[in-house]
């Protein structure tokens, strides 16, 4: 194995001296990013000697990383004669990283190129005692050079969708040896635990953790809204389009049901004027949040425009129905557990990869929806408010699917404990 990776590692580097001109070449007429290449290529270096003793987290980009964040401040809490080192393999990652993580990390960078000599550079100098790779992670140097240093590698939160599973099972001959540099192979289901078998990991080695992202906590501090017999449609996290939307379907709905109400929170503040201004355009009363005469309850107002920082995530506790942004645009839409921590019903729009893993489990359970367009969520909204049975049913799957993932920090926790 030794010569193997030798003779793969002196022609990785020739093969990255010949392709390198090439790929600035090409990212530059195309006006995109390098930011992050010599890194990956190994060219990078600590301001100052890393720790002896390190924990190394991987979330390839920006759902990995945020899913890693109640762990990794666990792991920080609990370990504390270890280091950690964060590594991302893509720029937005990288820079939610830096936003998280600045602050309890030694240090963050970019994962290398699964090359052998990008990847003994890599090593060389972060040196890591174990290795946690988030979700769907197989990279073959990787994984050959941290068992021929006897470094423990973790895969954690792993799941593979129906789509990969497909082309990955004819080559489980090719995976069954990538398997087997892993320590511990850690699954969100069963299913997914099957499925990483059938691929070629031993049934030994791969275990059920359940859901990273479901390891959440409601927020402690009360909320400050006198409900009263309403019912409160939430549009959370909205982007430029998307208010749009709701408004004309809260508008469309108020005839059908005078008790709606709608609170409407815009992702950026930057945008609270422009979203008043829709709000004034349709013609219903309103309030701001900040109006300390109006902010505790919807009065005579039908819409609250949410101005407040830091509040969002207690409001969904007062809703009925949750609607989460970022989803009818290229976004990637915004975290729909903070409303299905208080058991309520999610819908969202159709741009959904930042958190794919987590709504398919919602609308597998029944509780959410992902809708395709504006009439979709005007019709799903409708059935919410119109059948109390259907409406009940999709708030007890909220609960259930909840609790059922919850435990999964504590998991790795115990695996990170007896393996170092």
Request: net charge positive; aromatic share 12%; charged share 25%.
């Amino acid at each position: 194995m030794n010569i193997v990776f030798f003779i793969l590692e002196f022609f990785s580097a020739f093969l990255l001296l010949v392709l390198t001109p090439i790929y600035f070449i090409f990212r530059k007429l195309s006006d995109k990013s390098t930011e992050g290449y010599l890194a990956k290529a190994g060219f990078f270096n600590p301001e100052k000697p890393l720790s002896e003793k390190i924990i190394m987290f991987h979330g390839v980009s920006v759902g990995e990383v945020i899913a890693l964040e109640n762990l990794i401040k666990l792991t920080h809490e609990t370990f504390k004669d270890y280091k950690i080192v964060i590594t991302t393999g893509t720029k937005t990652g990288q820079d939610i990283a830096n936003k998280k993580y600045s602050n309890i990390a030694e240090y963050i960078t970019f994962f290398p190129f699964d090359m052998p000599y990008c990847v003994k550079r890599f090593f060389d100098k972060i040196r890591p005692d174990i290795i946690l790779m988030a979700e769907t992670e197989l990279w073959p140097s990787f994984a050959m050079y941290a068992r021929k240093k006897n470094i423990p590698l973790l895969l954690i939160n792993g799941r593979i969708s129906d789509d990969s599973f497909k082309a990955y099972k004819y080559f489980g001959w090719f995976f069954k040896h990538i398997f087997a540099c892993y320590t511990g192979i850690f699954t969100q289901s069963e299913d997914d635990r099957q499925k990483m078998i059938q691929m070629g990991a031993r049934a030994d080695k791969t275990e059920v953790m359940k859901n990273l992202k479901f390891d959440i906590q409601k927020n402690p501090n009360p909320i400050n809204f006198n409900k009263a017999e309403e019912r409160i449609l939430l549009a959370g996290s909205t982007h430029k389009g998307e208010d749009e939307i709701v408004l004309k379907i809260f508008k469309n709905l108020k005839n059908k049901f005078p008790d709606l109400k709608l609170i409407i929170a815009p992702r950026h503040l930057t945008r609270k004027q422009d979203v008043e201004t829709l709000i004034k355009e349709i013609g219903f009363k309103h309030a701001l949040r900040s109006d300390t005469n109006a902010g505790a309850a919807f009065g005579e107002n039908d819409i609250i425009l949410l101005d407040t920082l830091g509040e969002l995530s207690r409001m969904y506790k007062i809703a009925d129905i949750a609607f989460i942004g970022g989803s009818f645009n290229n976004t990637g839409g915004h975290n729909p557990l903070e409303a299905v921590i208080y058991s309520k019903p999610v819908i969202s729009g159709p741009s959904i990869k930042n958190f794919k893993d987590i709504y398919s489990l919602l609308t597998k359970s029944g509780a959410a929806s992902v809708v395709k367009n504006q009439a979709e969520f005007e019709q799903y909204t409708e059935k919410l408010l119109s059948d109390k049975d259907f409406y009940n049913k999709t708030v007890q799957n909220a609960a259930k699917i909840f609790e059922s993932q919850k435990g999964a920090k504590d998991f790795v926790i115990d695996k990170i404990r007896e393996t170092l």
